[in-house]
């Protein structure tokens, strides 16, 4: 009876820890996504993309992606996380030679990856077990 306690046990404990890991893991991803689709609507329509408040957006972009990028890479692929990292770098470069087009378009890869990532990394049994 205690063997079946202690597994029923490790496996309410396993369940729970890829749980919070799969909320985590969302929760970070949401975080960037809606900045970038913040980003994606300020700069609808304007050319010119050297503005402080785009600056400042792009550094908070930047400084989000500094504090989760560990925790996403520990749980996730790097090489899918680096792809994002990428990205998200490039914005501050296309801001500096205003390259509207490119920085719109590194924006929409930035909330497209995360929309995969959630896709790839989403709540299922599969990941559970």
Do not use: P
């Amino acid at each position: 009876m205690k063997k079946f306690i202690t597994i029923i046990f490790v496996v309410f404990l396993l369940v729970g820890l890829c749980t919070w890991e799969q909320i985590t893991i969302n929760d970070y991803l949401d975080d960037i996504q809606n900045q970038s689709k913040e980003l994606i609507e300020i700069t609808k329509g304007i050319k010119n993309i050297q503005t402080e408040e785009i600056s400042n957006r792009v550094e908070k972009l930047k400084s989000t992606w500094e504090q989760h990028e560990e925790v996403l890479c520990f749980f996730a692929n790097h090489k899918d996380m680096r792809d994002l990292c990428i990205e998200i770098q490039r914005l501050r470069g296309n801001i500096i030679v205003n390259q509207y087009e490119d920085f719109t378009a590194g924006l929409q890869v930035i909330y497209h990856l995360t929309q995969d990532y959630h896709f790839i990394m989403g709540l299922s049994l599969q990941n559970v077990f």
